[in-house]
């Protein structure tokens, strides 16, 4: 049985560029993209998996990175708040949330981006959540649901009102 300690080939693939790692298997994918890559953009927050700050998106499902081993996600699609714009620009949601103050310090920023934009996903996909009616055929893209849907990214600074005005207008912008 290996040590945890021993060196382990990894093949991460963020952003679009693929990294060839050798890791400790107790290295969480939070502290392989910060330390090892070099993508400071997802932050370290409560470093248990209760804040939400280092959010990522894996195959395009959101996690909270610190919580996860980085062998886990070998040759996964890992994308950071780093990833989201293109060449075009800023993703609409980074547009947004600039737009509408959704963000005080910015600590938590990247995580709440990249959170909204998975939830968004999951909400265009017909996903429920706890508030959602039980023989609701439309969900509607309630404030009661961007609250439900976002409530594992917290947010110190109470910026609360600018983040749900931030998701809602890049709603409507992605559902164009």
């Known amino acids: 049985m290996d040590s945890p300690l021993a060196a382990h080939s990894v093949t991460l693939h963020v952003n679009g ?4 790692l ?3 298997a107790r290295v969480s994918l939070l502290d392989a993209l910060r330390e090892h890559i070099g993508l400071t953009g997802t932050k370290k927050g409560c ?11 894996v195959n395009g499902e959101r996690i909270n990175s ?5 062998v886990q996600y070998d040759g996964m ?4 708040i780093e990833g989201l714009a293109d ?15 959704g963000f005080q310090c910015g600590y938590c920023t990247p995580g709440q981006i ?6 968004i996903e999951e909400f265009r996909g017909g996903a429920p959540s706890a508030v959602t009616e039980l023989e609701a055929k ?14 594992g990214n917290l947010c110190r600074c109470g910026a609360y009102v600018g983040i749900n005005e931030a998701i809602r207008d890049a709603f409507e912008v992605l559902s164009r």
């Open 17 to 20: 560029r693929e990294h060839k």
């Open 47 to 57: 470093n248990q998996g209760a804040c939400g700050a280092c959010t990522v998106l």
């Open 77 to 80: 699609k890992i994308t950071t």
């Open 22 to 24: 050798q890791l400790e």
């Open 66 to 70: 610190c919580f996860a081993l980085a």
């Open 114 to 119: 990249c959170s909204a934009a998975a939830m």
């Open 87 to 101: 060449a075009n620009g800023l993703h609409p949601l980074q547009q947004a949330f600039v737009k509408h103050d």
């Open 138 to 151: 439309d969900i509607e893209f309630s404030d009661l649901e961007i609250q439900e849907r976002m409530s």
